[in-house]
């Protein structure tokens, strides 16, 4: 018999802790024991105690919901899904489009390469639609909190431009509306578009002059970009059992909720008061890609998937694939 390993590790080098299963994903997701990342309190403290102001980072932390529990977290939840309803028209031209883009570039025979030609038009796409700035990737790094302070000073200073940009464009705006602007022009278009490049990769890998409608479409994601959720302990660091009794931070594997049986892959949109704010949208433009390819009357050849060179979301940064008749 093999004897079975603890649900928590320790995932080197950082000594943050990591779940084994989807059960583990689900325990900490849903534990009161466990907060988002304090990461507004720890931007303000540097600023103050330590004179190293990212401001803009600062600032728009202030209404990221991620960084926030309780009341200030209901408040900037409430106001970001206001702004979504605000954009719902430009949002479903956004979809109409997305799809419009999949089903022709997949219909046509000859090459195509799904990253630059899809995921990347996708990713522009839907900021511009949520937000009327442009698209500026790498921006939702500041989620993880293990940025160098190079790599801080950049995202600050892109998110400085963004802010101008808004300024510029929404003269009109008020405080508020311009950091929901500007929190969606980060927050949003890169786990929808590293999401779709591995459900594409996952899909066509290996595969050679197969029907495209033949490929098992399923209306959940067979692969998902973001697959970390971050916590860290409420108050003192919390006992996990055999071999964790001292855990406070932690990275939620969330992909668990795709691979191990009989999890719920809905999960994979988070749980509870953090749940994904985009998930009917990502979900919807799917599922219609779904319907579309299970009637695709061409053939689909896998030819090559590049290495991951994006910082944040671990997708191939080429996927070359081959349509014909
Ligand atoms: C397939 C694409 C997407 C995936 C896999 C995804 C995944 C997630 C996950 C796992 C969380 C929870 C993180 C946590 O608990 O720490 C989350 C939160 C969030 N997502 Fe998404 N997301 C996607 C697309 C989008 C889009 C397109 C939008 C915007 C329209 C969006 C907006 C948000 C917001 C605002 C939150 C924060 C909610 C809160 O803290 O209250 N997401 N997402």
Redesign the pocket.
Known sequence: MTKTQPEFYKAAPYGIWRNRSANGAFEI?TSPDFI?LKLADYYENIATRFGRDFKHIRYISRYQ??FHDGTR?REI?KM?ATY?RDVASE?EDFEAQSVALIVTKLSQPGRVELVSEVVVPIMQK?AYS?TGLDFYPGLIAILSGTNSLKATKKIDETFGKIFELSKQRFPEDDEDKTAMRV??AA???E??GA??ALSFDTLFSGVKRQPISGLPWEYT?PA???GM???QCRHAPVNLGEGAQDVSVID?D?SRFLKDDGANRNH????G???????G??LSL?QKVVDNMRTNPMKITHISSSQPTHKVFDYPSEIHVEISE
């Open positions: 997701l988002q919901p991620l977290h939840r970001a979504l949002l839907i949520m929190l969606f927050l949003g278009s786990p929808m999401t779709f994601f998902t970009g973001p959720a971050f916590r939620v969330i994979m949109f988070g749980i008061a953090h749940a994904c704010l985009g998930r949208l990502s799917w």
